[in-house]
């Protein structure tokens, strides 16, 4: 009995002792300090497609059109200010609720890298450079990008790109040198 005791102690003590010179061997020692390349591997990211960003937008659209509700219009009715400025077919209300609209995508984004519908479908925006995203690239996204989009009315179509690009980017994406991701820091 106590021979295969004493034959089990033999077996788990070189296991033991293989686990031991495993990490010595991991961890080696030198008298004077070697310095490696050190290669940083670059975050991976999971580029955020058409559909997701098609129901962010569309929950966007309800967030600014219920703060155009809330804001704006009453502002309108108080002030009877719509029929003294309107520009052509365009109503002082219209032009309020584009600055509303572009204010809130600039800043919504500036800020916080996403708008409420980007938070609820867990998307952020982020510069192709992976740094803070700056006015000027805001401006060129939300701005001219948006612009393009809006005045010319076939220029809906070019957001279906956002489907066949690799890096699933928008013409407003391409002009801003933004990208459109998972945010996975949750």
């Given at each position: 009995m106590s021979e295969g005791l004493e034959q089990r102690k033999r077996i788990v003590n070189s296991r033991l002792r293989k686990r031991v010179k495993?990490?010595?061997?991991?961890?080696?020692?030198?008298?004077?300090?070697?310095?490696e390349e050190?290669?940083?591997?670059s975050?991976?990211?999971?580029?955020?497609?058409?559909?997701?960003r098609l129901w962010a937008?569309?929950?966007d659209l309800i967030t600014v059109f219920s703060i155009n509700l809330l804001l704006v219009s009453p502002?309108?009715?108080?002030?009877?200010i719509d029929g003294l400025l309107s520009l052509g077919p365009y109503s002082?209300?219209?032009?309020?609720?584009?600055?509303?609209f572009f204010f809130y995508f600039a800043i919504m984004t500036k800020l916080y890298g996403q708008t409420i519908g980007k938070m609820v479908m867990g998307l952020k925006v982020i510069s192709t450079n992976d740094e803070h995203l700056k006015?000027?690239?805001?401006?060129?996204?939300?701005?001219?990008?948006?612009?393009?989009?809006?005045?010319?009315?076939?220029?809906?179509?070019?957001y279906v790109m956002v489907a066949f690009t690799e890096k699933k980017?928008?013409?407003?994406?391409?002009?801003?040198?933004?990208?459109?991701?998972?945010?996975r820091s949750e």
């Open positions: 495993r990490t010595e061997m991991a961890k080696p020692v030198h008298p004077l300090p070697i310095q050190v290669t940083v591997a975050p991976t990211f999971y580029y955020a497609g058409f559909w997701m937008f569309l929950l502002f309108i009715r108080l002030t009877n002082f209300e219209t032009f309020l609720g584009a600055v509303v006015w000027s690239q805001i401006v060129f996204r939300e701005g001219v990008g948006r612009l393009l989009h809006q005045v010319f009315f076939l220029f809906y179509v070019i980017q928008g013409l407003h994406d391409i002009i801003a040198d933004t990208f459109v991701i998972y945010d």
